[in-house]
C-alpha cells in the first residue's frame, strides 16, 4: 500500500526565515512526486512534479527536490503570501487511472 | 475560461436523502476524480473515470455513485447520505494518466 507521511504537520515561520518541509514515501514503483499549495477555503493548486531521484524544480521562492525515499519542499525567503497549506501526493507506476495518494499536509503560516 | 466547477458550493441535508454533487470541466481532460477531505485523513479518492462511460472505484467507494455520459461531467450522488460522509469533496480533471490533476473549488457537505 502507498503512504506518504508529511512533516511537520504545522510550521509557523518570520517573514525572510527559510525552512524546508518534508514528504516521506513509500511507493511500489514511483511514477511521479507531486505538491499542491491549498489556501483555506480552497481546492489544491498545483506546483510541481517531480519523476526521478535527483531531480529540481523551482518557482519564485519554492524549490522541490527528491530522493528515492523523500522529498522536500524548500522556501527561501518566505512571504505571508506563502502561507497556505502544502501538500504532497504519490502517483505509483502499478494501477490505472493516475490514481493520487496525498499525505495530510504541512500548514504554514509566515508571520511579519 | 471557468476551468474546472462544481455545485452547489455548500449543502446541507438529512441522514436518508439522496443528494448529488455536480461537477464540470471546460478543457475536455479524459480523466476527472472526486476526493473527499478529512482532518487527519488528507484527501482519499472516492471514485475516478478515465473517459464518458467508464469509471473505476478509489480508496473509499462505500455509499457513493458516480456516472460520466458526458467528457465533460461527473457528478458524484449520495444515494442515502450518512453523517460520516459529511466532508468537503473536491473534484480534480487530468488530461493523462501522468499528468497533474486539476482542482475544483469543492463542495462542503453536512450531514445532519
Known amino acids: 500500500e502507498d503512504q506518504v507521511t508529511q512533516s511537520p504537520e504545522a510550521l509557523r515561520l518570520q517573514e525572510g526565515e527559510s525552512s524546508s518541509l518534508n514528504c516521506s514515501y513509500t511507493?511500489?514503483?514511483?511514477?511521479?512526486l507531486f505538491w499542491y499549495r491549498q489556501d483555506p477555503g480552497k481546492g489544491p493548486e498545483f506546483l510541481f512534479t517531480?519523476?526521478?531521484a535527483g531531480e529540481e524544480k523551482e518557482k519564485e521562492r519554492l524549490k522541490a527536490t527528491l530522493t528515492k525515499k523523500e522529498s522536500f519542499l524548500h522556501i527561501t525567503a518566505p512571504k505571508p503570501e506563502d502561507s497556505a497549506t502544502y501538500l504532497c501526493?504519490?502517483?505509483?507506476?502499478?494501477?490505472?487511472?493516475?490514481?493520487?495518494?496525498f499525505g495530510t499536509g504541512t500548514q504554514l503560516k509566515v508571520e511579519l | 475560461d471557468a476551468g474546472i466547477t462544481q455545485s452547489p458550493r455548500y449543502k446541507i441535508t438529512e441522514t436518508g436523502r439522496q443528494v448529488t454533487l455536480m461537477c464540470h470541466q471546460t478543457?475536455?481532460?479524459?480523466?476527472m476524480f472526486w476526493y473527499r477531505q478529512d482532518l487527519g485523513h488528507g484527501l482519499r479518492l472516492i471514485y475516478y473515470?478515465?473517459?464518458?462511460?467508464?469509471?473505476d472505484k478509489g480508496e473509499v467507494p462505500d455509499g457513493y455513485v458516480v456516472s460520466r455520459s458526458k467528457t465533460e461531467n461527473f457528478p458524484l450522488t449520495l444515494e442515502s447520505a450518512t453523517r460520516s460522509q459529511t466532508s468537503v469533496y473536491f473534484c480534480?480533471?487530468?488530461?493523462?494518466?501522468?499528468?497533474?490533476?486539476?482542482f475544483g473549488p469543492g463542495t462542503r457537505l453536512t450531514v445532519l
Open positions: 478543457w475536455s481532460h479524459s480523466y
Open positions: 517531480l519523476y526521478s
Open positions: 473515470s478515465a473517459a464518458a462511460d467508464i469509471t
Open positions: 480534480a480533471s487530468s488530461s493523462s494518466s501522468y499528468n497533474e490533476q486539476f
Open positions: 511507493v511500489s514503483g514511483l511514477r511521479g
Open positions: 501526493a504519490v502517483q505509483a507506476m502499478t494501477g490505472g487511472g493516475n490514481k493520487l495518494t
